[in-house]
């Protein structure tokens, strides 16, 4: 089963309760749709946390959201993992990274991490801010090129901001600096083909026009 669920933002009692909350069981996955957050100051007390985790039966992944500190979790090997490009942080725990097509559990799920800070201006860069939180021309490339090769239809789409056109659906003033990976999803949203899409970063639980649900508390299997 795969489970899916919203921003985290390194509060290791939020998973805590993620786990004690789901039936997670050995080859379950649990995805995070950005914001992991658990890789941010890169100090020993995370790194703890995380070999913790290593000992659970299910697998944890995330794609990226805007609030990770990049370079920390580029420094991970990269590997190729059910078909798509991952850095490898524990033995069951990884990062999806942007524009990727993976095979899991006989669906295919596309991931676009990455979003702009709204907040940007009251963090520091290197500290709590990295410029790699927007995905780079290559990316956005290597998601077209693997959306074409798979016939532009998957079965689920994980992403941490939302289309453009679906934030304003919201009631959410879309921010001018999102407007190229905002427009990009809105180019996914009438070019693919997808069962259902997964988002987070807008902090609320909701269902949203064009079969896209907003996840933040709630922890979901993916259907
Ligand atoms: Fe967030």
Same mark, same amino acid.
């Given at each position: 089963?795969?489970? %899916? ?16 909350? &789901? ?5 379950? &996955?649990?995805i995070v749709c950005g914001?992991f ?17 290593? @000992? ?5 992944c995330f794609v990226d959201g805007? /609030? ?27 990062h999806l990274m942007r524009?990727q ?10 991931t676009m991490g990455g ?30 090129? @693997? ?6 239809? %998957?079965?689920?789409?994980l992403t941490h &901001? ?29 070019? %693919? ?5 997964y988002c987070g970063?807008? /902090? ?14 709630? %922890?979901?299997?993916?259907?």
């Amino acid at each position: 089963m795969i489970y %899916v669920t919203g921003d985290m933002h390194g509060e290791q009692e939020k998973l805590l309760a993620a786990e004690r909350d &789901t039936p997670l069981r050995e080859g379950d &996955t649990l995805i995070v749709c950005g914001d992991f957050g658990y890789i941010f100051r890169n100090d020993e007390r995370e790194r703890a946390f995380l070999d913790e985790v290593e @000992n659970r039966p299910y697998t944890l992944c995330f794609v990226d959201g805007n /609030h990770e500190n990049f370079p920390a979790i580029y420094a991970y090997p990269e590997e190729i993992w059910n078909g798509g490009r991952v850095h490898r942080i524990r033995k069951n725990i990884y990062h999806l990274m942007r524009g990727q097509v993976f095979q899991l559990e006989e669906k295919r799920v596309f991931t676009m991490g990455g979003a702009y800070s709204i907040d940007r201006h009251f963090r520091i860069e290197g500290v709590s801010w990295w410029p790699e939180e927007r995905p780079c021309r290559e990316e956005y490339d290597e998601a077209t090129r @693997n959306l074409l090769a798979c016939g532009k239809k %998957v079965d689920y789409i994980l992403t941490h &901001t939302m289309p453009l056109k679906t934030i304003r659906q919201g009631g959410w003033f879309p921010d001018p600096h999102d407007l190229e990976l905002t427009s990009y999803l809105e180019w996914i949203l009438y070019q %693919v083909q997808y069962q259902h899409w997964y988002c987070g970063h807008f /902090h609320a639980d909701c269902d949203l026009p064009g079969k896209i649900t907003l996840m933040w508390n709630e %922890v979901m299997p993916m259907e």
